[in-house]
């Protein structure tokens, strides 16, 4: 390795390690880590890679996980999203006969999750964002919807006069995620699997009313005489202004609203309950559950990051079924132990993959598009 190569490096790790990596960056520190790690087959590097990986372990912050079961030494740093990349180098050093290449890895390729999303207009047509210029690309009942050039839906009220009902849904398929501005200044993160539909006349509504399927993050535009109300399979979420999560798949067995900022009103046919920041409402056949919320782990893949709360398997393997557009299957009797942690949603899947097995509580492999978890 050169000396221009290995300040390059040291500078790189710096950046990571203080969490000022670009998305990119992180991608290729997760991806050198992963090559490399699937290379190692003598038993001294091994035994280096699980030292290399206490040390790193050791000096990492308690915050950064907390995996219920010992995690094997040599994911142990990548779980705090802190990979052995350290490791990588110091190894390379002790074998110095070899040259440092990023290895393609042999197993099924499966990419994570990207920006794009489907908007269906008024008259039925429909609208993939991902391939679409940046620019005004239609207007509807007095208002410009228009691609940013950061990839983002934005409406701008044109004629404020209009009160046409116009309807647009905005819908993310598995291994998609988008951000919308909508007519009335709020924005909405949506989701993996996830629909929003809404009017274009959003601005001018006496009351700003949404639908939501599947997961989004919701900060809405202050406005006292109008209130912003989200509906869901299960309940409504009223609003003013504010800023909360949203989780409510139809194929969960309950709908979760988690707040951030300000206070909402949650609604069933049977149950009223007012959450304030920090609170979560859970939503199981028309009651609602209010508890403490874990803010971090309820709106972490807004951030780009998958982050586990005492969550099990099959509840993890949700997510990442959702994002990167795989199917599970499960063989025999799966644990359901808790685990907790967090990892970059645009890692491989095989660093993701490989940290949950190492956890000790089930075996998992992939064949195509399929991961099969099975119990040890």
């Avoid at 539909?197 to 993050?217: D, M």
């Avoid at 299960?234 to 309950?254: C, M, P, Q, R």
Wanted: with cysteine; aromatic share 8%.
């Amino acid at each position: 390795m050169t000396e221009d190569q290995t300040k390059y490096t040291q500078e790189l790790l710096n950046r990571y390690n203080a969490g000022n990596c670009t998305a990119e960056e992180e991608i290729l520190i997760e991806t050198w880590f992963n090559a490399y790690a699937n290379t190692i087959d003598n038993v001294e590097q091994q035994e280096d890679m699980e030292l290399i990986g206490q040390e790193i372990w050791a000096k990492l912050p308690a915050t950064h996980v907390s995996i219920k079961r010992k995690l094997w030494p040599r994911f142990a740093a990548a779980a705090a999203v802190i990979l052995v990349l350290i490791g990588f180098f110091k190894l390379y050093e002790r074998n110095s006969n070899q040259e440092l290449q990023l290895v393609q890895n042999k197993k099924e390729q499966i990419a994570p999750g990207t920006f794009g999303a489907t908007l269906t207009l008024a008259n039925g047509k429909q609208i993939r964002l991902s391939q679409l210029k940046n620019g005004v690309f239609a207007e509807e009942a007095g208002v410009k919807i228009t691609k940013t050039a950061k990839g983002e839906l934005v409406y701008q009220v044109k004629d404020e006069t209009s009160n046409a009902l116009q309807t647009n849904t905005l819908t993310t398929a598995k291994g998609e995620t988008f951000k919308v501005e909508l007519p009335d200044g709020s924005s909405v993160w949506l989701n993996a699997a996830s629909s929003l539909t809404y009017t274009t006349n959003l601005a001018s509504a006496a009351i700003r009313k949404v639908k939501l399927s599947g997961e989004a993050y919701f900060k809405v535009a202050h406005d006292q005489e109008h209130p912003f109300i989200v509906t869901t399979l299960g309940h409504d979420i009223k609003v003013l202004g504010t800023e909360f999560n949203v989780s409510s798949y139809e194929n969960d067995d309950a709908e979760i609203t988690t707040l951030v900022q300000g206070k909402i009103s949650m609604n069933t046919y049977r149950d009223k309950v007012i959450l304030t920041p920090g609170e979560k409402g859970t939503v199981r056949n028309g009651s609602i559950e209010k508890a403490t919320a874990n803010i971090e782990a309820a709106t972490g893949w807004k951030n780009n990051e998958f982050v586990f709360a005492s969550q099990d398997i099959r509840s993890i393997m949700k997510l990442i079924a959702r994002w990167y557009d795989v199917n599970i299957i499960y063989e025999g009797e799966i644990p359901s132990e808790k685990i907790s942690g967090s990892i970059s949603r645009f890692a491989d899947i095989h660093s993701v993959l490989n940290i949950l097995q190492a956890t000790g509580t089930v075996k998992i492999k992939t064949a195509g598009s399929r991961v099969v978890v099975s119990a040890l």
